[in-house]
Each structure stands twice: as C-alpha cells, then as structure tokens.
C-alpha cells in the first residue's frame, strides 16, 4: 500500500530450496507467476535465494526498518501470489494488540456507552 503515494515496501526475498517437497509449490511460482509479479511491481526488488534444507518463506523489508516474514510451505502459486501481494500492500507497521474496545485520547467524563437498559 502507498503512504502518501510511495510504496512501503522496497525488497522482497523469495527463499526456497531447490530439493525439498514443500519447495515444490513455491519452485512452480518462481516459473510462472513471478516475472509477471516483477512486471507488475516495478518499485520493488526481488531476490531470490536459495537455501537448502530449509522451509521456503517470503521476507518482505520495508521502508520504516520493519520486516515481515511469511512462510509459505507446501502452499500451491495462486496462494503464494495472494501471500506476496498482501506484503506489497501492508504498510509496515507492527501489529499492536488493542487492551479493550473502545480506543480514544479522550474518553468520555460520564463513562462509557453502554445499550443496557437499567430500570
């Protein structure tokens, strides 16, 4: 996703192995839907590296220092492309677990809204 018109992701990594069976899945991408993923995303720099022995996962670096690594074993290329093109589109921002539901600067000097009705 862009932030005010600049794409927040700049490298992504395609690590595989070039032996294992839940490579297989990821080997048939690197063939078929990643040129045209290249293509599409001239922003970003792909690489891709091989490591043998290893699960294959997506490691997407981002302009804000962050990272994000998504493993993609034993996944067919359609999900593969699915997982890549939600990297592009993430922003890059940690996850923060929200502590309740409400979240605001300012919370209510009477309390909060409720639609019980107290008789």
């Given at each position: 996703?862009?932030?005010?018109?600049?794409?927040?992701?700049?490298?992504?990594?395609?690590?595989?192995?070039?032996?294992?069976?839940?490579s297989?899945?990821?080997?048939?991408?690197?063939e078929?839907?990643?040129?045209?993923?290249k293509e599409?995303?001239?922003?970003?720099?792909?690489?891709?590296?091989l490591?043998r022995?290893?699960?294959?996962?997506?490691?997407?670096f981002?302009?804000?220092?962050?990272?994000?690594?998504?493993?993609?074993?034993?996944?067919?290329?359609?999900?593969?492309?699915?997982?890549?093109?939600?990297?592009?589109?993430?922003?890059?921002?940690?996850?923060?677990?929200?502590?309740?539901r409400?979240?605001?600067?300012?919370?209510?000097?009477?309390?909060?809204w409720?639609?019980?009705?107290k008789?």
């Amino acid at each position: 996703m862009a932030l005010r018109g600049v794409w927040q992701l700049h490298k992504l990594i395609v690590s595989y192995c070039n032996w294992g069976g839940s490579s297989r899945g990821i080997r048939a991408f690197m063939e078929s839907q990643l040129p045209i993923f290249k293509e599409k995303n001239p922003q970003i720099e792909v690489v891709t590296e091989l490591i043998r022995g290893q699960h294959p996962h997506l490691k997407g670096f981002y302009k804000n220092k962050n990272q994000r690594v998504i493993c993609v074993k034993n996944m067919d290329p359609e999900d593969i492309l699915l997982h890549a093109t939600r990297l592009r589109n993430a922003l890059g921002r940690k996850v923060v677990k929200l502590r309740s539901r409400d979240v605001t600067k300012h919370p209510s000097v009477q309390g909060t809204w409720t639609t019980a009705v107290k008789y």
